[in-house]
């Protein structure tokens, strides 16, 4: 193992080809993140590579309490956080797509509702966990659902809510991940954290390819020219306007939030 120091308080360590930048105390360098996270992975099989599809579980009790536990960590330091959830434990869009029965726009609608129920169910899940969370979306919504505004965000800003974003911007086109980033910019993210199935973004796909090189840093502009599926042209296009970067890491780290925010995990930034 080879450890370089630098100036900047920053030690890169590389073992067996993975390159972990650490960086000492940067989890108090941020005062709100926001999190993207799969609605994948509420499923029981997400976490484990056979499961019997008829114990499947939309919504398994291990996974949701591991999500909680992890944003208990980063609020433990100190750091608030706004959620963004995907649909697809339930349904997703882009499911629909080559049906000609179903138009794109009653897809996208579905998905969006899909979205909402899954922060419901996070939300009634942290509070078990003595966490307050609440939750936004721009449709009209019952269940305590907040209307989606400036206004109501800056004033759960200014009293240290967890935001869960839900319902998309109540129009189709547009996926969760253009969502997380309207979410950042509008509740006063510093940066999105992006969790995945993988530590990162590679030059090649790595299942297929074992000599694929990890990029540690890449450009908004390398994203979108290099058609990256791990998050959508439409995301890293605004990112860069609203020049947010983005951490793109392994959903399967213990206590990823945290390592991600300390860089003491492998990943990719998108700046």
Do not use: W
Not at 117 to 144: C, M, T, W, Y
Not at 159 to 170: A, C, D, E, N, P
Not at 171 to 181: L, R
């Amino acid at each position: 193992m080879n450890i370089k120091a630098f100036n900047d308080d920053r030690i890169v360590t590389r073992s067996n080809n993975t390159v972990v930048k650490q960086y000492k105390n940067s989890v108090k360098q941020h005062k709100r993140i926001l999190i993207k996270i799969s609605g994948e992975i509420f499923l029981s099989s997400y976490f484990i590579e056979q499961v019997d599809n008829n114990k499947n579980k939309q919504f398994d009790d291990t996974n949701l309490n591991k999500l909680c536990n992890n944003i208990i960590n980063i609020l433990n330091t100190g750091v608030n956080i706004s959620l963004v959830i995907g649909g697809g434990n339930i349904i997703r869009g882009k499911d629909f797509q080559g049906n000609n029965l179903i138009k794109r726009e009653t897809a996208d609608s579905v998905g969006m509702l899909a979205t909402v129920i899954n922060g419901i169910i996070v939300r009634d899940v942290l509070k078990q966990h003595n966490i307050d969370a609440e939750i936004v979306s721009p449709l009209d919504l019952p269940f305590d659902i907040k209307k989606l505004n400036t206004f109501t965000l800056n004033k759960l800003v200014s009293k240290s809510k967890l935001i869960i974003f839900v319902g998309g911007l109540g129009v189709p086109y547009f996926s969760t991940d253009t969502i997380s980033v309207v979410g950042a910019s509008l509740s006063h993210c510093d940066v999105i954290l992006k969790a995945t199935k993988t530590d990162g973004v590679y030059d090649k796909d790595p299942k297929i390819y074992p000599e694929a090189n990890h990029l540690d840093n890449i450009t908004y502009d390398y994203a979108i020219q290099n058609n990256l599926q791990i998050m959508d042209d439409t995301a890293f296009s605004l990112a860069k306007q609203l020049n947010i970067p983005i951490y793109i890491f392994s959903i399967f780290e213990d206590n990823c939030f945290v390592k991600a925010l300390n860089r003491s995990i492998s990943m990719s930034i998108v700046n």
